[in-house]
């Protein structure tokens, strides 16, 4: 009976880690044998690894990955410009921490959107806030958000995560309104958090698809300072795969 209380209390004190971790001891007999300050200990750790999990599976909810993918697994048997100490550094997400950004670019099917991805998820396990946007469907977002009235709220969202994906940059022109959206959001993250670009369109052309020149030139500045530069090339992973599986 004794014991049902004190497990009741440490769900009052939401310490569920704890409470699951001495439900196994008291299910273990041979944990009676440790001492109380090892027994202790490990319903700490418990408690410490329940927490981190649920932070872990809030941010990836929370970031909306448009795929499941890690950084362990990531393809390097295929020649698509993709250095490992360079992605070993990236990882690290000193860069994501540092507020500096990663422009990501290269062919159809070359592995962007997975990359970005699996950048996203590190950062999550890091303990860093991501979100992952397709550029176009950001810009239709603000459209109706300017309309609602949800326009702050959205774009105070869009400023605090520690780590920012666009993805899909570039494949379609953008319209004045778009424009000047892009530069208050580059501009609210400018120096105080991480963006990370993804396209087919090389940084040399992002002026031109950006278009009003003066615009143009400030969120470039703004994205393109003290950036991370990954260009992949190569045939289209798609392509490889269904050799490799013989279809």
């Known amino acids: 009976m004794l014991h049902n209380h004190t497990l009741e209390k440490l769900h009052a004190l939401k310490l569920s880690g704890m409470a699951s971790a001495f439900a196994q001891q008291l299910a273990q007999p041979a944990h009676e044998e440790l001492p109380f300050e090892e027994r202790f200990a490990l319903l700490l750790d418990q408690e410490i690894l329940y927490r981190d999990n649920r932070r872990l599976s809030r941010l990836l909810k929370a ?25 070993r550094t990236l990882a690290t997400c000193h860069w994501v921490q540092r507020r500096q950004n990663l422009c990501l670019t290269g062919p159809t099917g070359s592995g962007k959107t997975w990359l970005a991805c699996a950048l996203g998820n590190q950062a999550c396990r890091q303990g860093l806030s991501a979100r992952y946007f397709r550029l176009p469907r950001l810009f239709e977002m603000l459209r109706i958000a300017h309309g609602d009235g949800s326009y702050p709220r959205l774009m105070n969202q869009l400023a605090k995560a520690d780590l920012l994906i666009l993805d899909d940059w570039g494949i379609q022109k953008i319209a004045a309104a778009q424009r000047n959206d892009l530069m208050e959001l580059i501009e609210d993250r400018h120096g105080l958090k991480a963006t990370l670009i993804a396209g087919q369109l090389p940084v040399e052309h992002w002026h031109e698809f950006i278009g009003e020149a003066t ?5 470039l500045d703004r994205l393109l300072h003290n950036a991370h530069r990954l260009s992949l090339r190569g045939e289209s992973m798609r392509k490889k795969t269904q050799k490799l599986d013989g279809s």
Do not use: N, Q, W
Request: net charge neutral; glycine share 4%.
């Open 63 to 87: 970031a909306k990955l448009r795929v499941t993918a890690c950084v362990e697994d990531i393809d390097y048997r295929h020649p698509r410009g993709i250095d490992k100490s360079f992605m």
């Open 215 to 219: 615009l143009a030139d400030a969120i």
